[in-house]
């Protein structure tokens, strides 16, 4: 087979390597590619969002299946560009699934209306400014405002004081997030714990889940600080134990795939579940339709099957059999980031030490190379260091000692990754 992978960071440097482990893969494209990727296939400067581009690539090179890394693609509606073509397959939903991440109303709608559980909400536009402040009287604080459409994983904000929080409507409806936020969702705050629960589904009732992941969105020590794009990942997760899982499965796995059938949304590929514990109960905080980032950069190694094989079966409609088995060992990322992320933050420094790690898996995210084949930053997260364990401690003791030999000017990292599941192992 020949594949594309469209995207750019450390999720598709997992997948490009699980991708390229596969017997049935003859070549392995990856558009646009980073810095690290060429180790796993062959890097083409094409956007994942330049459709007429990736179709001629496609002609051209007889790309049999495009793996779709990102949401971007997704939402702009990829799989219906290419689902009269019956050369090439797409992994991943059609545009009318990709709303369950493109709109939060439209997968909170989606929620209530397959009875899936998750927070209180309502939407509120400019011309219901006024009812969005009554509604936030209603709730207890913290408020948790949402923007309604895709804003670069910023669009969230958690508000203590209700004036502030009412404030803060205000703005974002009055575009803080562009058109993004036209549309709010006011939901009300749950406290517990979260993970990440993925699932491969291939449009026709059948569905394996992969490993499940915690990943660790604060750039402080302590979940302090501001929201990153993801410092860590764990996997797997001590709490999501089977009776857990039972309960996902139940209650939000299945309605969510009978849900998309019955309503003739097409959805073949992944769907990401962020997912909170509230005391032992699991709600849905919200949907992504790819997988995670940097929850991939873990979750790829406790893959023990051929991915190809299962994502090329989903995409044709039919998982069968197919088994996706887990690998037992524990995994852990850790990411290297750029000072002052998720601020401002320089480029162009070069990295050294790479080729001195040799037990972990280093997966480049915002790199880029020179004329001369060195290995430069090229953003906010760097590097993603992955590594497998006996224990959560073990894991995350060869990825911090790896990092030790990694370096690049105004590097940054999480020093407590996984440190708040370490008590719950057994």
Wanted: charged share 25%; with cysteine; hydrophobic share 40%.
């Amino acid at each position: 087979m020949n594949i594309l992978l469209l995207g750019s960071g450390g999720r598709e440097s997992a997948l490009a390597w699980k991708i390229s482990q596969s017997p049935v893969v003859e070549n392995l494209y990856i558009a646009p590619g980073n810095g690290g990727t060429g180790a796993y296939g062959t890097n083409v400067a094409i956007s994942p969002v330049d459709f007429p581009a990736i179709a001629a690539f496609v002609k051209e090179n007889a790309v049999d299946m495009i793996v779709v890394g990102n949401e971007d693609p997704l939402v702009k509606g990829i799989w219906d560009y290419f689902k009269d073509d019956q050369s090439v397959h797409v992994v991943g939903p059609s545009q009318a699934g990709a709303a369950l991440e493109g709109s939060k109303d439209f997968a909170k709608a989606f929620m209530m209306r397959h009875s899936i559980p998750t927070a209180r909400y309502r939407s509120f536009t400019a011309d219901t400014l006024e009812d969005g402040y009554a509604f936030l009287e209603t709730l207890q604080a913290p408020y948790v405002l949402k923007a309604d459409g895709l804003a670069a994983g910023k669009g969230v904000l958690i508000i203590d004081n209700i004036d502030e929080a009412k404030a803060s409507l205000k703005e974002m409806l009055g575009g803080m997030f562009g058109s993004s936020s036209a549309t709010v969702v006011i939901e009300e705050f749950l406290s517990g714990i979260e993970c990440s629960v993925f699932v491969l589904t291939d449009g026709n009732g059948g569905y394996r889940v992969l490993p499940v992941a915690k990943d660790y969105k604060r750039i402080g020590e302590g979940d302090t600080g501001l929201n990153t794009g993801g410092m860590g990942a764990v996997s797997p997760v001590p709490f999501a134990d089977d009776e857990f899982m039972r309960k996902v499965t139940e209650r939000i796995i299945e309605p969510t795939v009978k849900g998309l059938a019955e309503e003739g949304i097409v959805y073949r590929g992944f769907i990401f579940l962020g997912l909170i514990n509230v005391a032992g109960e699991p709600m849905v905080i919200e949907y992504n339709v790819r997988m995670g980032d940097p929850e991939t950069e873990a979750v790829m190694l406790r893959v023990d099957a051929d991915l190809v094989e299962l994502m090329k079966a989903a995409a044709e409609g039919n998982l069968g059999n197919l088994e996706l088995r887990h690998d037992p060992r524990t995994a852990v990322t850790v990411m290297m980031v750029s000072g002052g992320y998720p601020g401002s933050y320089g480029k162009g420094y070069e990295i050294t030490g790479l080729d001195r790690v040799t037990d972990s898996i280093v997966f480049h995210a915002g790199t880029s190379r020179d004329d001369d084949g060195r290995v430069l930053t090229s953003g906010g997260r760097v590097l993603s260091v992955s590594s497998y364990g006996d224990s959560i401690a073990d894991a995350l003791a060869r990825s911090y000692s790896s990092i030790g030999e990694i370096a690049f000017d105004h590097a940054n990292f999480r020093r407590d990754i996984g440190r708040d599941l370490m008590a719950l192992e057994k």
